[in-house]
């Protein structure tokens, strides 16, 4: 392996933002985890670290494209006219170097491009030969999405890569296979490989496409026209060959008599990471949280201390960022936060809330209120939407959350967003409500 300089690979930082003072016996301590990753940009790895620091935009990655091919792709045509056009506009965005494939989905996985169970590698040929490989793609057949993401780990796997991404165009529902298979191929791909999920049009599943994203460490996004499918695919191409380390896991420490209670992104979206924790050792757990380009994100973790006295301190737990390697040892990249407990008898500091930690609280609050008044308005309860849905008003407008915003004036009347009192509109767009619900995880910074 080449050996590169520091300065060549992503350089990762952990601050930590909490009220770290608690009344006397107080147990919940609050804090906000940024992790920023920035620096890199060379293909090549760390002396010691082989497959860690991938550079996507190099040889160590590689990237499989899922294509709706179901009959309901052909209504209206430009639904699979567009499919074509934005899988072409992918292909012609990865690096060379870059390891990939085609795949065709219907109730059966298709390898479209290259074929044999194998990966193409992009060059100018390869670029051509995949796109004149799209001109045989046609609509017809079932959906079965497990089939496709089985297929695409089994061409990602065959490649000696890092960093290995999906990205999934549906519009339809999962309906040629049970949940319970989706589910057992998200579980038996989670771990190896991220994915972008994006439905067009609006006879898809939100549920469905933002579980497969979120399962596998990646985006869900609405593409309602069809036409914007080119610029949607490019944008996720250019960030997927923008990452550069695959598999950084959080990992807490903590010592004998706390708990995590939980760990979650919070920005740039809400992700739930609690129950994706694994084993590190004594007091030890990781919590996976995908490949890094040159970006920052924000996790909030609750730990539960045991009660103490006025004037006792004690660290509540320790924050670290490490990629597990093949043989089971783990490389720290080196960047470290402690989250702190002291017990005070000053009110005014045990009761002030750190800025980071309400405003968080509040965006984890937005997304569940959302998708809540989302279902109660399907299900014909308008007072209870009504109530969760202003509530979702008054926490985009106290949060700076523009765009949330903007998304809930399609869906309510506003009439005092302080207080949050909307009234349901009596006609949603379809694409509009499904947009606000697949949005609704979309969080904003906290403001400094």
Same mark, same amino acid.
């Given at each position: 392996?080449?050996?590169?300089?520091?300065? !060549?690979?992503?350089?990762?930082?952990?601050?930590?933002?909490?009220n770290?003072?608690?009344?006397?016996?107080?147990?919940?301590?609050?804090?906000?985890?940024?992790?920023?990753?920035?620096?890199?940009?060379?293909?090549?790895?760390?002396?010691?670290?082989?497959?860690?620091?991938? *550079?996507?935009?190099?040889?160590?990655?590689?990237?499989?494209?899922?294509?709706?091919?179901?009959?309901?792709?052909?209504?209206?045509?430009?639904?699979? &006219?567009? #499919?074509?056009?934005?899988?072409?506009?992918?292909i012609?965005?990865?690096?060379?170097?870059?390891?990939f494939?085609?795949?065709?989905?219907?109730? $059966?996985?298709? +390898?479209?491009?290259?074929?044999?169970?194998? /990966?193409? $590698? *992009?060059?100018?040929?390869?670029?051509?030969?995949?796109?004149?490989?799209l001109?045989?793609?046609?609509? %017809?057949?079932?959906?079965?999405?497990?089939?496709?993401?089985?297929?695409?780990?089994?061409?990602?796997?065959?490649?000696?890569?890092?960093? &290995?991404?999906?990205?999934? /165009?549906?519009?339809?529902? !999962?309906?040629?296979?049970?949940?319970?298979?989706?589910?057992?191929?998200?579980?038996?791909?989670?771990?190896?490989?991220?994915?972008?999920?994006?439905?067009?049009?609006?006879?898809?599943?939100?549920?469905?496409?933002? %579980?497969?994203?979120?399962?596998?460490?990646?985006?869900?996004?609405?593409? *309602?026209?069809?036409?914007? /499918?080119?610029?949607?695919?490019?944008?996720?191409?250019?960030?997927?060959?923008?990452? +550069?380390?695959?598999?950084?896991?959080?990992?807490?420490?903590?010592?004998?008599?706390?708990?995590?209670k939980?760990?979650?992104?919070? #920005?740039? @979206?809400?992700?739930?990471? @609690?129950?994706?924790?694994t084993?590190?050792?004594? &007091?030890? %757990?990781?919590?996976? @949280?995908?490949?890094?380009?040159?970006?920052?994100?924000?996790?909030?973790?609750?730990?539960?201390?045991?009660?103490?006295?006025?004037?006792?301190?004690?660290?509540?737990?320790?924050?670290?960022?490490?990629?597990?390697?093949?043989?089971?040892?783990?490389?720290?990249?080196?960047?470290?936060?402690?989250?702190?407990?002291?017990?005070?008898?000053?009110?005014?500091?045990?009761?002030?809330?750190?800025?980071?930690?309400?405003?968080?609280?509040?965006?984890?609050?937005?997304?569940?209120?959302?998708?809540?008044?989302?279902?109660? &308005?399907?299900?014909?309860?308008?007072?209870?939407a009504? #109530?969760?849905?202003?509530?979702?008003?008054?926490?985009?407008?106290?949060?700076?959350?523009?765009?949330?915003?903007? /998304?809930?004036?399609?869906?309510?009347?506003?009439?005092? *967003?302080?207080? %949050?009192?909307?009234r349901?509109?009596?006609?949603?767009?379809? #694409?509009?409500?499904?947009?606000?619900e697949t949005?609704?995880?979309?969080?904003?910074?906290?403001k400094?």
């Amino acid at each position: 392996m080449a050996n590169f300089s520091k300065s !060549n690979v992503p350089q990762f930082s952990v601050d930590v933002y909490q009220n770290e003072y608690l009344p006397e016996g107080g147990r919940e301590v609050n804090a906000i985890v940024t992790v920023s990753a920035t620096g890199g940009g060379t293909v090549g790895g760390a002396v010691g670290a082989p497959h860690l620091y991938a *550079a996507g935009r190099g040889p160590d990655a590689a990237v499989a494209i899922m294509v709706d091919c179901s009959g309901s792709m052909d209504y209206p045509p430009t639904k699979m &006219r567009g #499919a074509r056009e934005a899988t072409a506009a992918a292909i012609d965005t990865l690096h060379d170097g870059v390891h990939f494939a085609v795949i065709g989905g219907t109730h $059966v996985a298709k +390898e479209v491009y290259p074929g044999n169970g194998r /990966l193409a $590698v *992009a060059d100018a040929a390869t670029r051509g030969q995949a796109k004149e490989a799209l001109r045989r793609l046609s609509a %017809g057949g079932g959906t079965a999405i497990g089939t496709w993401l089985r297929l695409a780990d089994r061409l990602l796997s065959s490649a000696e890569v890092s960093i &290995r991404h999906g990205i999934l /165009l549906t519009d339809g529902r !999962n309906e040629h296979e049970s949940p319970q298979d989706l589910k057992a191929a998200l579980d038996s791909c989670a771990g190896r490989f991220t994915c972008d999920a994006r439905g067009v049009g609006t006879d898809w599943e939100v549920k469905e496409v933002t %579980g497969i994203a979120s399962a596998l460490l990646g985006t869900a996004d609405i593409v *309602a026209d069809p036409a914007a /499918l080119s610029a949607d695919f490019t944008q996720m191409m250019e960030t997927a060959m923008g990452k +550069e380390v695959a598999d950084v896991a959080l990992r807490l420490w903590t010592p004998v008599g706390t708990e995590i209670k939980f760990v979650k992104q919070v #920005a740039p @979206t809400v992700e739930e990471l @609690t129950g994706r924790r694994t084993g590190a050792g004594p &007091r030890a %757990g990781d919590y996976p @949280t995908g490949s890094w380009g040159d970006e920052s994100r924000d996790y909030h973790v609750c730990v539960e201390v045991p009660s103490a006295g006025v004037g006792q301190e004690m660290l509540a737990a320790r924050v670290s960022l490490v990629v597990p390697q093949g043989d089971g040892s783990v490389h720290n990249l080196g960047a470290q936060g402690l989250v702190k407990a002291v017990w005070t008898d000053d009110m005014v500091a045990s009761t002030r809330i750190n800025a980071q930690v309400a405003h968080y609280t509040g965006q984890a609050e937005l997304a569940q209120v959302i998708q809540q008044g989302l279902d109660l &308005r399907k299900s014909g309860d308008v007072d209870g939407a009504t #109530a969760k849905l202003g509530r979702a008003v008054q926490l985009a407008s106290v949060s700076g959350n523009a765009d949330t915003a903007k /998304l809930l004036a399609k869906v309510v009347d506003v009439v005092d *967003a302080a207080a %949050g009192t909307v009234r349901l509109k009596a006609r949603v767009e379809e #694409a509009d409500e499904m947009t606000l619900e697949t949005r609704s995880t979309k969080t904003v910074r906290v403001k400094k």
